[in-house]
């Protein structure tokens, strides 16, 4: 805190306190503080949550007593506090004060507007700390974060399918589309649908050439956030994902998993057609070729076509007389 013309400004947020002799500022001046102090003086005698202000542990003894003194106008429910009414009674009134100035939505609670205002800036605060995904909410996040602990007792949603199961049913009705085929969100421009929203607008990107996520260190952008975190880290050698079995460590969490397949010797892709199997679907792919005779790597100079892209780098040689690939055209494998 500072003072200047008799306000106090907070120097971390952006935060005035004017006529700091009234008891009112002062007491408020002192809460704000408990923010950046973690300060939090005030117990509750029943279990061991305590508070910035002394208001706060009277509400939260209500959790305790049962007591819930503000009913709704209708009658069929009652709150704690008075301000979870108030935003309960806009769900019947319908109203939404709080406009979005990039696009007509409104909602009933300005966390909600500032909640939905990242999907314009597409800010991504919520860092999940053991993989590269981010998230816009925080209760994504945690609903995320999840994934990563397949043994937690909080997965009361299991798949009809296979033995995967699920801390909320939206995870698993997003799960199931993996064993349905279910791709509802289709892309207006050509004929590729998807399973999840967000990967339909992250397609989206290749056909309006649209990569907003810059590089600090070199020229190169990207279409995702999570791809430009990828890529970060060859500027900075990072590799946060380590191998509990050797001392190899990775950029990506996938490049950990398919490692770690060497030491199981799991092998999760069998071919369907000869007993043979793999660590990786790409490499599952790549071999059902020899079966159906598909050359999806079709030479953009000559009608030669082959099953590996690698394959096609070498014959692209000949027509460059020099080690220069040229570009080539990819039929996807479906």
């Known amino acids: 805190m500072f003072i200047m013309d008799n306000i106090y400004r907070c120097r971390q947020f952006d935060k005035t306190f004017s006529n700091v002799k009234s008891y009112?500022?002062?007491?408020?001046?002192?809460?704000?503080?408990?923010?950046?102090?973690?300060?939090?003086?005030?117990?509750?005698?029943q279990c061991d949550e305590s508070f910035t202000q002394i208001s706060h542990p009277k509400e939260h003894n209500m959790i305790h007593t049962g007591v819930k003194p503000y009913q709704g106008s209708h009658g069929d429910k009652s709150f704690t506090q008075n301000s979870k009414l108030k935003i309960y009674t806009k769900i019947h009134t319908g109203e939404k004060p709080f406009q979005c100035s990039q696009?007509?939505?409104?909602?009933?609670?300005?966390?909600?507007?500032?909640?939905?205002?990242?999907?314009?800036?597409?800010?991504?605060?919520?860092?999940?700390?053991?993989?590269?995904?981010?998230f816009i909410l925080k209760s994504n996040l945690k609903m995320h974060t999840m994934i990563h602990f397949g043994d937690n007792p909080y997965h009361p949603y299991q798949c009809n399918h296979c033995d995967k199961s699920f801390t909320h049913t939206c995870q698993l009705k997003i799960h199931t589309r993996i064993h349905t085929g279910e791709k509802p969100f289709q892309c207006s421009q050509c004929d590729k649908s998807f399973s999840q929203f967000s990967q339909l607008k992250g397609h989206n990107r290749i056909h309006t050439g649209e990569k907003p996520y810059r590089c600090s260190l070199c020229d190169k952008s990207f279409t995702h956030n999570s791809h430009l975190k990828i890529h970060t880290r060859i500027h900075t050698g990072e590799k946060p994902f380590q191998c509990s079995q050797c001392d190899k460590s990775f950029t990506q969490i996938c490049h950990l998993k398919w490692h770690t397949r060497i030491h199981t010797g799991e092998r999760p892709y069998q071919c369907s057609i000869c007993?043979?199997?793999?660590?990786?679907?790409?490499?599952?792919?790549?071999?059902?070729?020899?079966?159906t005779g598909e050359k999806p790597f079709q030479c953009s100079q000559c009608d030669k076509s082959f099953t590996q892209i690698s394959h096609l780098k070498e014959h692209t040689r000949i027509h460059t007389g020099r080690n220069h690939i040229t570009a080539v055209i990819v039929i996807s494998l479906s």
């Open 24 to 45: 009112t500022q002062n007491s408020h001046i002192k809460i704000h503080t408990r923010i950046h102090t973690g300060e939090k003086p005030f117990q509750c005698r």
């Open 275 to 291: 007993d043979k199997s793999f660590i990786r679907m790409n490499d599952l792919k790549r071999h059902s070729t020899i079966h």
């Open 103 to 134: 696009c007509d939505k409104s909602f009933t609670q300005i966390s909600h507007l500032k909640d939905h205002a990242r999907i314009h800036t597409e800010e991504e605060p919520y860092q999940c700390s053991h993989c590269d995904k981010s």
